[in-house]
């Protein structure tokens, strides 16, 4: 388990005594907060926004504000982790150990059946408009991106900062939250927090879902 303190995404992670104590890194000055208890609870405070809208995407920039979550052991720290931004712990783990394998997105697409076998119809340009959009840091996804275009190696997109596709950026800076680069240091509640990246190793169903829509719109 990492050592704490820390910041996942938009969650900063900190002990408090012998319990894990998790919130909104823009809370991380805050004292009235909503308290929740167990891993469980994350799935609940992952599911809207702060307008109360459904988040379809869970490492979009829009983790809801508010709350303070308490955990009793590293497990419990494991499970909310993953119930916040699900998969995401194994994918580092994978690219820790160098055996992460990433897919290029016209495989992803090529693969697709049904309703979005049309996805696989995109143009190059189209690919370069629809991941800039739709991948972004800012209002769009936290990943970083591992994955290339195809197998030829070219970039996913022309049209992102190059900060987008290394996991040493911290790409909740990158959304405009807040100040500071990960692996350096910022000051949060009196302790020094490491921002760990969510990697990208494939594109998503959303993703996939948007390719098909820039395709049949055009």
Same mark, same amino acid.
């Given at each position: ?6 910041c ?10 012998n319990r ?7 809370d991380r000055?805050?004292?009235?907060l909503?308290t ?18 459904y988040?379809?995407l ?13 955990l ?13 931004? !699900? *998969? @995401?712990?194994?994918?580092? %783990? ?7 394998h990433? &897919?290029?997105?016209?495989?992803? =697409? ?52 190059a ?11 990158? !959304? *405009? @939250?807040?100040?500071?680069? %990960? ?8 302790? &020094?927090?490491?921002?760990?990246? =969510?990697?990208?190793?494939?594109g998503?169903?959303l ?8 395709v049949?719109?055009?």
């Amino acid at each position: 388990m990492l050592l704490v303190p820390f910041c996942f995404g938009q969650v900063l992670v900190q002990k408090n005594d012998n319990r894990f104590e998790l919130r909104h890194r823009d809370d991380r000055l805050h004292h009235q907060l909503q308290t929740f208890r167990g891993a469980r609870a994350a799935i609940d405070i992952a599911r809207y926004d702060d307008e109360g809208r459904y988040r379809p995407l869970k490492t979009a920039p829009n983790l809801r504000h508010g709350w303070r979550l308490e955990l009793d052991s590293p497990e419990e720290l494991k499970a909310a982790l993953d119930n916040f931004y !699900s *998969g @995401r712990l194994a994918v580092l %783990a994978a690219w820790q150990a160098g055996r992460l394998h990433t &897919t290029p997105l016209r495989e992803t =697409l090529d693969r697709q059946s049904g309703m979005y076998r049309i996805a696989a119809k995109i143009s190059d340009a189209q690919i370069d408009r629809v991941v800039a959009d739709f991948c972004r840091s800012d209002g769009g996804c936290l990943r970083t991106i591992l994955w290339k275009r195809d197998q030829s190696g070219a970039p996913a997109t022309t049209k992102l900062p190059a900060q987008k596709f290394d996991p040493a950026w911290d790409q909740v800076q990158a !959304s *405009g @939250r807040v100040q500071g680069s %990960a692996f350096a240091t910022t000051t949060a509640a009196k302790a &020094t927090a490491t921002t760990i990246p =969510l990697l990208c190793q494939e594109g998503c169903n959303l993703l996939v879902a948007a390719c098909r829509n820039a395709v049949k719109a055009e």
